[in-house]
């Protein structure tokens, strides 16, 4: 059988366990790690399948992340695999366009179950927020799927992976052309606290940068938000922007448009405070506050403040 690639992410085992889950459907796994393979990375990929571990253990792993995994599945991919699947998030959409490009081969997101077919993977996506979802197939190249691992359940298949260490003549390609200040990491984020026109101003939103910092969150912003400029592109949550999966969700003057919608549509609870009754984002939010944001998120803060300053005694009974 044909090899499969998986992008190993240490940082991520879940997604990695169960991009492997879904290689093994496909062919024989192979995992692509970026550093040396552990015997805590060998025993976690086998315990899911990966009968190869392909290790690169070049300093340019960790000095630019996603060029150097571009470089490494693309010169992996010599070895004609049935399939490379990367796990989704920005860096892995990312990853995978370019990938693509340097391969000429076709790419699937929003992959939510991958089957095998007679004439190479059957990818399940899911579009428009989640509305519909459609079965594709890539006819060009390597297929490249990028997969959205929530969707997938991990189940193991141990077995004991050959390691081989690979060398990468990482190119000219490999350099860090641009900074940028990141501030969370929105797609792993646990709690999000998000702002959008309703927070009226630059000034405004510092409200929600406020309540993310109080709340050990990570602030975001509508498209409205981030197209004022009151945050960077990077916070943007949207189909376009960053898909997010938190625990909790605070939307802070955000209408609740299908495209905003359908970036954050997988969160646990969601909260919100809007000044009008009838906006879209009731209808989804768990919790909700009618009133203005510039009010209501102060005496919010005020309280989360109070508590915090309130020792919380556990009597074991
Ligand atoms: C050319 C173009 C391109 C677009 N591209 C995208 C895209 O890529 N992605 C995308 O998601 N959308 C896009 N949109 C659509 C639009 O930007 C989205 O609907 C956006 O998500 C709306 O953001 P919002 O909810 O912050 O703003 P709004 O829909 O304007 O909602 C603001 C909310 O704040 C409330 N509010 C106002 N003041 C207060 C206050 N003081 N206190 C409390 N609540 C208050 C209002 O009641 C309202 O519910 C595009 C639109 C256009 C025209």
Redesign the pocket.
């Known amino acids: 059988m044909a090899e499969v690639l998986v992008l190993a992410e240490r940082a991520k085992p879940r997604a990695t366990c169960a991009l492997l889950t879904v290689a093994r459907r496909l062919g024989t796994p192979a995992a692509v790690l970026g550093g040396p393979a552990d015997p805590a990375a060998r025993a976690l990929l086998g315990r899911f399948g990966a009968a190869t571990i392909y290790s690169v253990t070049a300093p340019e792993v960790a000095a630019h992340p996603v060029a150097a995994r571009v470089e490494m599945l693309g010169e992996l991919a010599r070895r004609r695999p049935a399939a490379i699947l990367i796990a989704s998030g920005r860096d892995g959409l990312e990853i995978a366009g370019r990938v693509a490009v340097r391969l000429d081969s076709g790419v699937l997101i929003d992959v939510v179950d991958v089957a095998a077919g007679p004439d190479g993977p059957v990818a399940t996506q899911s579009v428009q927020g989640g509305a519909y979802e459609v079965e594709s197939r890539v006819v060009r190249g390597v297929p490249i799927l990028a997969v959205r691992t929530e969707h997938i359940t991990v189940a193991p298949a141990p077995v004991t992976p050959t390691v081989s260490v690979v060398r990468v003549p990482f190119s000219d390609r490999v350099r860090a052309v641009r900074g940028r200040t990141v501030p969370g990491d929105l797609a792993t984020a646990a709690v999000i606290v998000a702002?959008?026109?309703?927070?009226?101003s630059e000034a405004?939103f510092d409200l929600v940068r406020r309540l993310a910092a109080a709340l050990d969150g990570v602030p975001a912003?509508?498209?409205?938000?981030a197209?004022q400029g009151w945050c960077p592109r990077e916070m943007?949550?949207?189909?376009?922007?960053t898909i997010v999966h938190p625990s909790l969700y605070l939307?802070?003057?955000?209408?609740?448009?299908?495209?905003?919608r359908?970036?954050m549509h997988g969160a646990g609870t969601v909260v919100a405070?809007?000044?009008?009754p009838a906006?879209?984002?009731f209808q989804l939010s768990d919790l909700g506050a009618v009133?203005?944001?510039?009010?209501?998120v102060p005496e919010l803060l005020a309280e989360i403040e109070r508590r915090r300053a309130q020792p919380v005694i556990f009597v074991e009974e």
Do not use: K, Y
Request: glycine share 24%; aromatic share 0%.
């Open positions: 702002g959008g026109r309703g927070v009226g405004g912003g509508s498209h409205a938000a197209e943007q949550v949207d189909q376009v922007g939307a802070l003057g955000i209408s609740g448009s299908l495209r905003h359908s970036g405070i809007d000044r009008d906006a879209p984002i009133g203005d944001v510039h009010e209501v």
